[in-house]
């Protein structure tokens, strides 16, 4: 079985600092990771993954994560935040053995203070 | 392209009605799935389609809870009776096999509030 952990409910940081948002995960196969954003009142919206090859994915918005075999981790990160970055942020995986379905993690909110 | 259509966007109903949410996915999309979003439970699989085809029901929480895509353009999730337990954010989402390895596109969700 798949499963994904978000371990922080919220992440808070200053405006202009680097942010990171962590994800880990666990499959019986290759993994393939995902990032959504979801702003409020809106639907998911795609980020960045990772398929196989450069273990560092850069994506919309400035983001970028790494992935981290060893440590089966995925985190986000971003140099420098912004306020509109505010959002929750779910990361997803998806088992080479799982068929098409997704595990979504249970969401970091994001929050960018001025 | 429009993205994944979804409607109503909000639905409020009381307890025992019957409540139909609608999703137009993405053209060319030949998987459909619908997701159920609440605080307590977070963001849930209810049942994905292949071809218009269930695959996997398994999330669907229960009798009460049905899907049909009668097309390849439109998918149904039909609620008979709803409890005010239901109330939750449904989202609708496609994607295309073999197309950016999974990359799902999410539709704007339904806000349904059942008194």
């Known amino acids: 079985a798949q499963s994904v952990a978000q371990p922080e409910d919220q992440v808070n940081v200053a405006e202009g600092n680097p942010l990171t948002v962590k994800c880990t995960y666990s499959v019986s196969g290759n993994p393939y990771l995902f990032w959504y954003v979801q702003y409020p009142n809106r639907g998911l919206q795609f980020l960045l993954k990772y398929i196989t090859g450069d273990n560092l994915v850069k994506g919309s918005y400035g983001f970028e994560a790494e992935f981290n075999k060893s440590q089966t981790s995925f985190h986000l990160k971003k140099p420098s935040a912004l306020v509109s970055d505010s959002a929750l942020y779910f990361c997803a995986v998806r088992d080479w053995y799982a068929g098409n379905m997704l595990t979504f993690g249970g969401g970091t909110r994001l929050m960018v203070k001025p | 392209d429009a993205g994944v259509i979804q409607s109503p966007r909000h639905e409020v109903t009381e307890m025992g009605q019957e409540v139909t949410l609608r999703c137009k996915p993405i053209?060319?999309?030949?998987?459909l799935f619908w997701y159920r979003q609440t605080m307590m439970r977070g963001l849930e699989l209810l049942i994905y389609?292949?071809?218009?085809?269930?695959?996997?029901d398994s999330g669907m929480p229960e009798d009460r809870f049905s899907a049909k895509m009668p097309n390849a353009s439109f998918s149904t999730l039909k609620i008979q009776p709803s409890e005010p337990r239901d109330s939750a954010v449904y989202f609708c989402?496609?994607?295309?096999?073999?197309?950016?390895?999974?990359?799902?596109?999410f539709g704007p969700g339904t806000r349904l509030t059942v008194l």
């Open positions: 053209s060319g999309h030949d998987y």
């Open positions: 389609f292949n071809n218009n085809v269930p695959i996997d």
């Open positions: 989402a496609s994607t295309r096999e073999g197309s950016s390895y999974n990359e799902q596109f």
